[in-house]
């Protein structure tokens, strides 16, 4: 009887140290704020990567969390983009942790698209990279994860040589915004406040990281972009465009859509 037992025990072990395969659940954290804003609910492009390879996967209006397989013996990085575009949230799996869940937070969407970006070229540099260390040591230079030299940081990654003298802040800019349109504008970044337009003025922003900002209108239903680029020679520029449809039906045509979701 023990005889027989041991080989089908063997067995058994062994599949269990050879699968590859680790099931999580992603969720966002929280809202965003333009959904905030306009009383709706967002659908999301979530977006990871196995080995060398990235997955885009819709999260329809009202999901918040997913469950997946990602490889078991790799650091996994996660973005989700509110409408397919604009600022993401973003997390991490951290191989061998404890804890299956990978809360989505939005002060963590540009470290994460940075990672992911890397992720898709040199795998292995970041494959094994400690996530929740990397993010406490920014922290302690950018409580926003916001204004941080990105392209010096996704260098040290691929080089092999991280440390903290890899982490340093962007050549922060201010932005003298002119002819915007009236009313309230709401960015979907949390590290910048609203502001408001009463008639023909100027509006000053400061403290600008490399980055693309987002501002919305509801009322007037259109989006201000800022683009401040990576190359401090290039100039700040801006423009106003439309947003999403979902921000731009009537409510009972929004109410019809979310129910046959």
């Not at 609910?41 to 990871?48: A, D, E, I």
């Not at 080089?159 to 800019?173: A, D, H, Q, T």
Request: some cysteine; aromatic content about 12%; overall charge negative.
């Amino acid at each position: 009887m023990i005889k027989r037992v041991l080989p089908l025990l063997f067995i058994s072990l062994l599949f269990i140290s050879c699968e590859e395969n680790l099931k999580i659940e992603v969720k966002l954290d929280e809202g965003h704020p333009w959904e905030r804003e306009s009383a709706r609910q967002f659908w999301y492009t979530l977006v990871y990567h196995t080995y060398d390879e990235l997955n885009f996967i819709t999260l329809p209006i009202g999901v918040r969390k997913i469950n997946l397989e990602i490889p078991r013996g790799q650091t996994t990085f996660f973005v989700a983009y509110p409408l397919g575009e604009g600022l993401p949230f973003g997390g991490a799996y951290y191989r061998g942790a404890k804890k299956r869940v990978v809360n989505l937070k939005s002060e963590e969407g540009l470290l994460c698209e940075a990672l992911l970006y890397i992720a898709k070229s040199w795998p292995k540099c970041v494959n094994t990279l400690n996530y929740p260390y990397l993010v406490n040591e920014i922290r302690d230079f950018d409580e926003n994860l916001y204004s941080l030299d990105w392209s010096r940081l996704g260098k040290s990654i691929v080089e092999g040589s991280l440390s903290s003298n890899s982490i340093v802040k962007s050549n922060l800019r201010d932005v003298v915004l002119k002819n915007i349109p009236v009313g309230k504008w709401v960015c979907e970044n949390n590290s910048f406040d609203s502001f408001t337009v009463y008639g023909d003025e100027n509006v000053v922003l400061e403290n600008l990281g490399p980055s693309v900002l987002r501002f919305l209108n509801l009322n007037l239903k259109v989006q201000l972009k800022i683009v401040v680029p990576d190359d401090i020679s290039e100039e700040i520029f801006y423009y106003i465009g439309p947003v999403n449809t979902l921000l731009t039906i009537s409510d009972s045509a929004y109410y019809q859509l979310i129910n046959k979701e």
